[in-house]
Nanobody, 120 residues
Framework: QVQLVESGGGLVQPGGSLRLSCVSPGTKFSFYSMGWYRQTPGEQRELVAEINSAGLTKYAESVKGRFTISRNSTENMVDLQMNSLKFEDTADYYC??????????????WGRGTRVTVSS
């Protein structure tokens, strides 16, 4: 059973920073892509950032220049450094891992989420 475990959420003032981390303990294969999504009540979950096994990254326009995603592929760990946080970054953040196994089975795993609240 693949698990994604997030940590690092919390309350921060506007302009502050937080670092989210996600690990997948016990997973015996390397995920193709790992990333972070976020969701607010009544809204669809949206991509924040993702990074693939080659190190290629993709960011939402709203976070470019403020957030940085990094990854340890060997350990199936992914971090999201969030700087210059804004009120609108408040959301539940979810770790994601997706790809296809060598037997051509696709997978798409989610963590349970960690809450980020930006408030003064």
């Amino acid at each position: 059973q693949v698990q994604l475990v997030e940590s690092g959420g919390g309350l921060v003032q506007p302009g502050g920073s937080l670092r989210l981390s996600c690990v997948s303990p016990g997973t015996k294969f390397s995920f193709y892509s790992m990333g972070w999504y976020r969701q607010t009540p009544g809204e669809q979950r949206e991509l924040v950032a993702e990074i693939n096994s080659a190190g290629l990254t993709k960011y939402a326009e709203s976070v470019k220049g403020r957030f940085t995603i990094s990854r340890n592929s060997t350990e199936n760990m992914v971090d999201l450094q969030m700087n210059s946080l804004k009120f609108e970054d408040t959301a539940d953040y979810y770790c994601n891992a997706r790809g296809m196994t060598i037997t051509a089975r696709s997978y798409n795993y989610w963590g349970r989420g960690t809450r980020v609240t930006v408030s003064s």
